[in-house]
């Protein structure tokens, strides 16, 4: 019998949100080994990752430094922050550690457009010239803008004379327990802001790099990508415990990405999101992801997540895990194809088949 291959060793970074669920999905991977942890909260460097997340200890403690990081020579260092942290990869890369990333990364279209680096380059040109330099991989995904986006491009291997592929996400966005992502978006401020809409789009134009990655995939060249969106406002004041709505603040939305061929949508990302069901106007939160492909033949499908057998969606905390769970994965099941990739910076149009899937129970 052949010797089992020696597992990936994975540097994680961060406990937030997505942090804290990955470090047990980690544990369960059977190509991922965890070898290290890097916190930016001093309360938990020095400390064990499995306590840090109300776990059990795993024997893996919290550092605080890139030198800690470069030191441990993983193979792969994965980062769950909520927002990038471009100085970190640098040097990561520049060391031969590949990085896959689920902050609001995947084509680098929206970092160079709204986050541009502090030297005024574009961060993509940075960051390809860390891989050169270390013969590293950087990939950014997630559920969606990610999967969501790979689905749709599978569901279309069928269907000739293509009109238009639209991927929408439906869905209540009030167990994502993060209040800066949604301070930064505008949500809790009066719909008639006038600075809400310029904070959704550019905190949420990581979705436009999601139109860009499947045109890429249908060989289509858009012209732009529009944007443009709907307010709904709270019709009372809404208390989720972890964050406060105000009556007359933003409380639902819906967004489109379109990408557009002379004059005409034919590439689109759509985000129909709520906080809560008491907003005007509001809208029919499906819950799920859905792919309409308007063509020759016509495909709906809804990809619709549920919880494995057994467990209590009354309980809060484990409905947001399966957020977490669902944006990670996808990360976490394509660093092995990332590591045997060629170096540079990847989308998902240059991984294989195989590096979406998911695996068998250990």
Not at 5 to 25: H, K, L, S, W
Not at 181 to 202: E, K, N
Not at 223 to 236: H, M
Request: charged share 20%; glycine share 10%; net charge negative.
């Amino acid at each position: 019998m052949t010797a089992p291959a020696p597992r990936i060793r994975v540097f994680q970074v961060a406990t937030g949100n997505v942090g804290t669920e990955m470090i047990g999905r980690i544990a369960g991977h059977p190509d991922l080994e965890l070898v290290g942890l890097h916190c930016y909260s001093p309360d938990k460097i020095g400390r064990d990752a499995g306590e840090i997340v109300g776990a059990d200890p795993i024997g893996v403690i919290a550092t605080g430094t890139v030198a800690e990081i470069i030191a441990a020579a993983p193979d792969v260092l994965t980062f769950h922050g909520v927002f990038p942290d471009e100085e970190l990869y640098v040097q990561v890369l520049e060391a031969g550690i590949n990085i896959v990333t689920t902050a609001d990364w995947i084509t680098g279209f929206h970092r160079n457009t709204n986050h541009p680096h502090p030297s005024g380059r574009k961060t993509t040109e940075i960051l390809a010239e860390a891989c050169e330099k270390g013969g590293s991989t950087f990939y950014g995904t997630g559920m969606n803008p990610g999967a969501a986006q790979v689905i749709a491009v599978a569901q279309s291997m069928d269907v000739a004379d293509i009109e238009n592929v639209t991927v929408t996400e439906s869905v209540d966005v009030s167990c994502h327990h993060s209040a800066e992502t949604w301070q930064a978006v505008g949500y809790g401020r009066r719909v008639d802001d006038p600075t809400i809409p310029d904070s959704l789009r550019r905190y949420t134009e990581v979705f436009a790099d999601s139109v860009y990655l499947m045109a890429d995939c249908f060989d289509l060249e858009l012209d732009e990508v529009a944007f443009s969106y709907e307010l709904g406002a709270c019709t009372k004041d809404v208390d989720l415990g972890w964050y406060f709505l105000p009556a007359g603040s933003l409380g639902a939305n819906y967004i489109k990405y379109q990408g557009m061929v002379d004059g005409v949508a034919r590439v689109e990302t759509h985000l129909e999101w709520q906080m809560t069901p008491f907003t005007d106007p509001a809208w029919d939160i499906k819950g799920c992801y859905i792919t309409h492909i308007a063509g020759d033949p016509s495909v709906y499908s809804k990809h619709m997540i549920f919880p494995k057998a057994g467990v209590d969606l009354s309980d809060p905390s484990s409905f947001a895990s399966i957020g977490m769970t669902v944006t990670g994965m996808p990360a976490l099941n394509a660093i092995s194809s990332v590591v045997a990739a060629r170096p540079g910076i990847l989308t998902s149009a240059d991984l294989p088949l195989r590096g979406f899937a998911g695996r068998f129970k250990r």
